[in-house]
């Protein structure tokens, strides 16, 4: 399987994502819990997710979780991820590339019909 990443939609997602901060560009400030990171976590990953699929969780936290399901549910998952929350003064890249790559990568499988038999959460 070839895998072919649409880098106009991830570039746009990262730049979007981008746009929500408490710094004036280019840095990014999202501290999280703030109602800044609140937002951007759900543009930046539950936007993703549900578009996808994707069965989600959140737990006490607010720490979002979601997994494309496999053929075998007892296998262990592989995982991917990051943050979307940043520190003060942060780059647009701070955290966002594991959540949007991993959600890029699992769009065009699904895209392409790629099936698995381990979920990738």
């Not at 730049?15 to 759900?42: C, M, N, Y």
């Not at 959140?58 to 549910?73: C, K, L, P, S, V």
């Amino acid at each position: 399987m070839n895998l072919t990443i649409d880098q106009d939609r991830l570039l746009s997602e990262i730049e979007a994502l981008a746009q929500i901060s408490e710094a004036e560009p280019p840095a990014v400030t999202r501290v999280v819990f703030t109602p800044t990171d609140l937002k951007g976590t759900h543009i930046g990953c539950a936007k993703n997710v549900w578009s996808k699929n994707l069965a989600v969780r959140q737990d006490a936290i607010g720490n979002m979780f979601a997994r494309w399901t496999g053929t075998d549910e007892t296998a262990a998952p592989v995982a991917t991820g990051s943050h979307i929350d940043a520190i003060p003064n942060a780059g647009k890249y701070d955290g966002v590339v594991g959540v949007l790559g991993g959600l890029e990568a699992i769009a065009h499988c699904n895209t392409v019909g790629f099936g698995q038999r381990v979920p990738l959460s």
